[in-house]
C-alpha cells in the first residue's frame, strides 16, 4: 500500500519506497510510511468508532471541514502495526448541523505503543 500511496501521489521518496538504501542510509532500520497515508487512514481505522458513538446516531452525513496541528511524532516502519484513538473536543450546535471537533492519534505497537500521529479534524454532521 505504500508503494501504490508513493505512485498515486508521486512522492517516491527512497525513505518509503527502496528498502535497502533506507536500511543502510536512516536511522529508522527500513522504509516508512508516509505521514500524508498515515494521515489518510484515519477514516478508516476510526470508522467503527463514529458508528457507534451516540454523538452520530442521527446523523445523515459528515463531511470534512478541515484539520488543526497535525504532527508527525513518530516515524511508522512499513509493515508495523498501528491502531487508532479518537476523542471528542468539541461541539458547536447549529440549526440543521453540528461541527465537531476530535482528537485523532495514530500509535505504532512494535514493542511498546508510541504515538506516531495526532490531528484535530473537524467534520460537519447533518441531522
Known amino acids: 500500500m505504500v508503494d501504490q500511496f508513493a505512485d498515486i501521489t508521486q512522492d517516491k521518496q527512497w525513505i518509503h519506497t527502496d528498502p535497502i538504501r533506507a536500511a543502510s542510509d536512516t536511522s529508522f532500520g527500513g522504509t516508512i510510511v508516509h505521514g500524508f497515508f498515515t494521515l489518510s487512514l ?7 468508532m463514529r458508528e457507534t458513538h451516540p454523538l452520530f446516531d442521527n446523523a445523515k452525513t459528515r463531511v470534512n471541514l478541515g484539520a488543526n496541528n497535525l504532527r508527525y511524532l513518530h516515524p511508522i516502519k512499513v509493515g508495523a502495526k498501528i491502531r487508532a484513538g ?38 460537519r454532521t447533518y441531522y
Not at 42 to 48: A, R, S
Not at 95 to 120: D, G, H, M, Q, R
Open 42 to 48: 484515519i477514516p478508516h481505522l476510526t470508522q467503527i
Open 86 to 123: 479518537l476523542t471528542v473536543v468539541a461541539c458547536q450546535k447549529y440549526k440543521k448541523f453540528e461541527n465537531i471537533t476530535l482528537k485523532a492519534s495514530i500509535e505504532t505497537n512494535e514493542n511498546a505503543p508510541i504515538k506516531a500521529c495526532e490531528v484535530e479534524l473537524i467534520e
